[in-house]
Every structure is written in C-alpha cells, then in structure tokens.
C-alpha cells in the first residue's frame, strides 16, 4: 500500500502496517514476476505461492475499498486503494494470460520438453492438453489425413524423418534487456570471447540463451 | 508443380494484414493437395522401377556379377528422381501446414477479443475445421477461466490510474486544484488528479513517477 | 526444425536458383508436361527452388550454381561496398539475407558470410534514421530498395517511433 494515507481515523493497528510491508514486497514480487515473463521468450517457472498470496490479497484489497466506501471515507484514499487494486489484478491476469499465450505457441515443444512441462500449474497443464488435442484435430482434419501415408504425422516430416522435424521451439537467441540486483562479476557468456563484468543496477542487453540459468534462478531480473 | 502452388497459398498470408484473415482458399488448398497425389503416384512408379532393378541386382550378385553400368546409371536416375518427388511432397506439406497453422493462430487471437460467437464476416472466412477450432479453443480458455474462478480476457491494458504520483521539480507554492489545495514545493511527492497534473507535467515543474 | 511453421523462412525456401545437374533424373515432369517418361540428363541446367536445389545439393544429384548477386566478383559487391544503403537488394532478391544465410554454407565461398553482415550493418543505420524521421514520400520510395528482412525492421521503428509519440 503507497504511504501517504495515513488516518488516524481508520484504525490501523501494528499489524495492518506489517501486513502492508508484506504485501508490498508481494507487489514487487508480481511486478517481476510479470516483467520476467512477458519479456522471456520461453515459459518460466510458475510462481504457485506468489500467485496464491497475490490472490488472496486482491480479496482482501476488495474487501477493504468494500468498507472504506460503506464507511464514507474520502474519495482520495479509496482512489488510491483501488489504484493499487487494479494494477495487481491487472498484473495477475497479464501474467497468466502471456503464460496461456506461450503455451499456446509452442505446446507441442512443451508437452515433449520434462523441464518446461514441470514449469506448468496443473490447470495449466490441463489447458495444454486440451490445446494439443484441438490442434492435432484441426491439422488432421484439414490438411494431414489428406496426404499420403508416410506424411501424416504432426510431429515428423515423413516416415524416414530421424527426429521430430516439425516441432516449432522459441528462438532463445533472441536479446533482452536485463538488470542484476547484485554484482555478479565476470560472467562468461556463450559465444563471446570475453566475459562480461555484471554490476548491479546496470542494464544489459544480452542473448536470452546466455543468462537463462541466472534469469531461471531469480539472479537476474529482466526489462 | 514443385510447390510453386503451395507457396502460393503462403504468400497469401504473407500479404494479408496482421491479425486479418482472408476467405480460406478452398480452390488452391485442393489444388495442392491434388498435386500432392500427382507427386504419390510418380513416387509409386518410380519405387517399383527401382525394386525391380535392385532385383536383378540380387540375382546379378549371386552369379558374381554387378549391374551393367547402363543399368547403375538408370538406377540412379530413379532414385533421383523419387528423392526430388519426395521432396516436393515434403514441400506441399509443409506450405499446408504452415497455412492452416498460421491462421489458427489469428483465430485464436480472435478468442482473446471477441466472445465465444464469431461475427458473421469473419466466420464466412473459415473453413469448417477453423469454425470446429475456434469453438474448441474458446471451450479450453473458458475451461481454465472457471478453473481459476478468474477472467483473462478482460482488462487487456495496463490501468490508467485516475490519480498519479509526481515529484515537484519546482518551488510554486499553494495551488487550488479540482480536488485539493497541494504546496507545491520542491522535491514534494503528490498524489494528483492526472487530469491536474498533466499542465504541470508539460512544463515541467512536475516529473511523473512511474510505480 | 524450430521454423518449420515461419512465414518467412517458407518462402525465403521457395527463391529459385540455377543448378546444374550431376546425374540423370527419371520422371521427374520438370518441364510441366506431367509425362512419366520425362527425364532430366546429366548435365542439364534447371532452375529450382531452394528447397528442392539444397537437398539434392547435398546428396550431390545437383550442383548449385550461387546466384550472381552472392558471388565474390560481382557488380552487387561493388556496389556494396561503393554505397550499400542506395543499393536496390529488392530487386535482386527480397530474401537477400536469408538466401544467402542458407546458401553460404553450400556454395563454399567463406566470404559470402561477412559479406552478408556488412551489407547489413551498413544499411541497418539508414533503415533506422529513415523509420524514425523520414516524410512518407521519401519513405515508400526508399521502401522499394529494401528486402524482406529490412521493410520489417523498418516498420517496427516507425510502429514505435508512433507509440512513443501517443
């Protein structure tokens, strides 16, 4: 909760202050969160408890403007409340709604891939399902059961294909922008010849694939 | 032939606007897969040539003899030429799938926008099977929706608060606006009306700070 | 193939090139006549498209012939490098770079490559002042110059160069 609404009127006690600091580090938490994941061309870890407390605290936010309303407080604070309500409603449904739109894109990569399917909330791995099963109807029906026998696979090419040759993946070379909270030091990346110095604080712009681990880990944040 | 036909179908795409789909071309969709068959049946022949001369091959071997250089050079020509029929099947599927793909796509963005019915100009743009998709798509979001007792396809933009914070850059003094009597002093942090803040903002005695 | 389903690299595959053919090939209807006994001598040269030419490259049925506008000594080289910003890569080929990625490798002419990049990088910088500057007269006209690849870039500056305005 922004500071700045301070009414002695309004009864806060110890503990709703410490309840506030609790859930602006939450917000914080979610705003990342959210940042991570719009800006990460590969589906993160899903951020079960975060999202959890976020919802419950959207109750509780609810509920507060509910009875500052009833009880005829001044517009201003209500405004302000209902501001920060919004914007972490808005954070919880754009953070869920990239996450779909990912799976969406690349659910057949997913569902083959352990380490991302294990990224997936179980109501999200049920929703893949699902869109694998629309899909692989809709290909079949329209195009595959139309073309001679040793092509009507989704996931292979023909018959003589070694691999899975028609899997479409996010490309991981792609750069984003990102910051460390923390001076991480010489850092090698992949494909340059010399490591880079990672201060705190500092935006860089770097291939997604080079600081995967860092971004997976919470070490660093992106933009 | 040789998915001149298919890529046809692709440029299609390529040239439609964004987010816009076209009448799914029912014609050129079924001309490609006509040629698909055309390709299967060069294919077949060519297959059973070749089985044929792999054959003498085999008895040729147990007399301790080798194709005449005649017959190699044919034996080639045929696995020559299924290797270019294949590939131009591989062609043919590959511009399908890559059109029927890449509109399911725009339909599923239209499950984002619209609700769950299609208006009528853009569903007489679908073929049967898009209709079928659209519906089931719409079904699974819907689905995972009740799940979580939480609506996404609401709320696409980031709020635009009524109320900003900004940071007085200047000293003014008291001022009177629509909704308070502020002390615009230096340095000072405010929660402003946008609407009464965004003078102050163009002249730059405020900066907006952003949450 | 991460791209199997990418508009662009579908039909950056279907650009045609000369190839010359190793060997016979039998009933293939390469002259459009659908004709069982057609064939294609060794020898012949035939124009295919690139994802047809690359396989049979590598299965050595075909040689590919790299097109002009690739080659070491060429007047698009000089041009490049005299001034690669005015240079119309349109006509020559809308998926300049993308063809001459995917042939770099087959055709063994190492410099093909960093060819590529300063032709690029080189052009980049016009194609980004022009996004976020330039009247629209002066704009389509220049639009004409660009490949594939470059009309994208430029109109992702200029959808952000509007964004940023609002």
Request: glycine content about 4%.
């Amino acid at each position: 909760m922004e500071t700045g609404a301070q009414d002695g009127s309004s009864g806060y006690s110890t503990m709703d202050d410490y309840e506030s600091l609790i859930s602006t580090t939450d917000a914080e938490l979610l705003k990342r969160a959210w940042q991570n994941e719009k800006a990460a061309p590969q589906i993160l870890r899903f951020e079960a408890a975060l999202i959890q407390r976020s919802r419950e605290q959207i109750k509780l936010m609810e509920e507060t403007v509910g009875e500052f309303t009833r009880n005829g407080i001044d517009p201003l604070t209500v405004s302000l409340y209902q501001m920060d309500l919004d914007r972490t409603v808005f954070l919880l449904r754009s953070y869920l709604r990239t996450r779909l739109q990912k799976i969406e894109k690349y659910v057949f990569h997913i569902q083959k891939t352990a380490e991302l399917w294990n990224r997936l909330s179980r109501q999200e791995k049920r929703f893949a399902e699902r869109c694998i099963e629309d899909m692989e109807k809709h290909l079949d029906q329209s195009v595959l059961s139309k073309l001679p026998s040793s092509y009507k696979s989704h996931l292979k090419q023909s018959s003589s294909s070694e691999e899975d040759d028609m899997v479409p993946e996010p490309r991981l070379d792609t750069y984003v922008i990102c910051r460390s909270k923390r001076f991480l030091g010489a850092f090698q990346l992949d494909d340059r010849q010399f490591p880079v110095n990672i201060e705190a604080d500092d935006l860089y712009a770097l291939p997604y694939k080079s600081i995967k681990p860092l971004v997976e880990t919470g070490q660093i944040d992106l933009v | 032939m040789y998915g001149k036909k298919g890529s046809e179908l692709v440029k299609e795409l390529a040239s439609s606007e964004p987010g816009q789909l076209s009448a799914f071309n029912n014609d050129l969709f079924a001309q490609v897969i006509d040629e698909c068959t055309g390709h299967l049946h060069h294919l077949g022949s060519l297959i059973r040539k070749i089985e044929e001369l792999k054959k003498i091959e085999e008895i040729k071997k147990l007399n301790n003899q080798e194709l005449e250089e005649s017959e190699k050079q044919l034996l080639k020509a045929h696995n020559s030429g299924a290797l270019i029929h294949h590939l131009s099947l591989l062609r043919n599927k590959r511009c399908l799938m890559a059109y029927v793909y890449n509109r399911a796509e725009t339909i599923r963005s239209l499950g984002w926008a619209v609700e769950r019915v299609l208006p009528e100009e853009i569903e007489e743009k679908l073929s049967g099977s898009e209709k079928e998709y659209f519906k089931n798509h719409a079904a699974s979001l819907q689905s995972y929706m009740s799940e979580l007792d939480l609506d996404l396809a609401v709320d696409m933009v980031p709020p635009k608060d009524p109320y900003i914070k900004v940071r007085v850059l200047e000293d003014i003094g008291n001022v009177l606006l629509s909704d308070q009597s502020a002390n615009l002093a230096r340095h000072a942090i405010l929660f402003l009306r946008r609407t009464d803040a965004e003078q102050y903002i163009s002249q730059a005695i405020f900066t907006l700070m952003l949450w | 193939m991460a791209n199997y389903y990418d508009i662009d690299d579908v039909l950056a595959e279907q650009e045609f090139l000369p190839v010359l053919f190793q060997q016979g090939a039998e009933g293939v209807g390469l002259f459009d006549s659908g004709d069982d006994a057609n064939e294609v001598e060794a020898g012949a040269k035939v124009e295919l498209p690139f994802c047809l030419a690359r396989d049979l490259h590598v299965r050595g049925v075909v040689a590919i012939d790299v097109p002009p506008y690739f080659r070491k000594v060429s007047r698009t080289r000089k041009e490049i490098e005299a001034d690669a910003a005015h240079v119309d890569l349109r006509s020559r080929c809308q998926y300049f770079y993308e063809l001459g990625l995917k042939i770099a490798p087959l055709a063994g002419d190492k410099s093909i490559g960093p060819f590529l990049l300063v032709a690029f990088q080189t052009r980049y910088k016009e194609v980004l002042v022009k996004a976020h500057t330039a009247a629209s007269a002066v704009a389509s006209k220049h639009l004409t110059l660009l490949t594939n690849e470059e009309v994208k870039l430029c109109e992702a500056g200029q959808s952000s160069t509007a964004a940023f305005k609002k």
